[in-house]
Nanobody
Framework: QVQLVESGGGLVEAGGSLSLSCVAS????????LDWYRQAPGKQREWVAG??????NYAEAVKGRFTIARDNAKKTGYLQMNSLKPEDTAVYYC???????????????WGQGTQVTVST
């Protein structure tokens, strides 16, 4: 069964850092694109950052503070979050286009989310 599993969330004080991971498992050849989204209580899910073979992109709200990365060999994506603010509090989700077996085909998956809470 193909799935994405996030980890690394938690409680941190404002100004602190957290590192999220998103592991793709199951019968897959690899990750084509990977994005991080977040959803705060009472708000719509919003895009945070994305990475493709061509590069990275960030939402204005996190530019300069967050860094997205990937390890193709480990089939894992990362989101390094620095200088965290209370407004970064949300459930963070990874979303990826995966190349799945047996016949290489592209499919989109969501992780289950990981809670990030930033205290004042």
């Amino acid at each position: 069964q193909v799935q994405l599993v996030e980890s690394g969330g938690g409680l941190v004080e404002a100004g602190g850092s957290l590192s999220l991971s998103c592991v793709a498992s199951g019968s897959i050849f690899g990750i084509i694109t990977l994005d991080w989204y977040r959803q705060a209580p009472g708000k719509q899910r919003e895009w945070v950052a994305g990475i493709t073979r061509d590069g990275t992109n960030y939402a204005e709200a996190v530019k300069g503070r967050f860094t997205i990365a990937r390890d193709n060999a480990k089939k894992t994506g990362y989101l390094q979050m620095n200088s965290l603010k209370p407004e970064d509090t949300a459930v963070y989700y990874c979303n990826a286009d995966l190349l799945v077996e047996p016949r290489p085909s592209l499919a989109n998956y969501w992780g289950q989310g990981t809670q990030v809470t930033v205290s004042t």
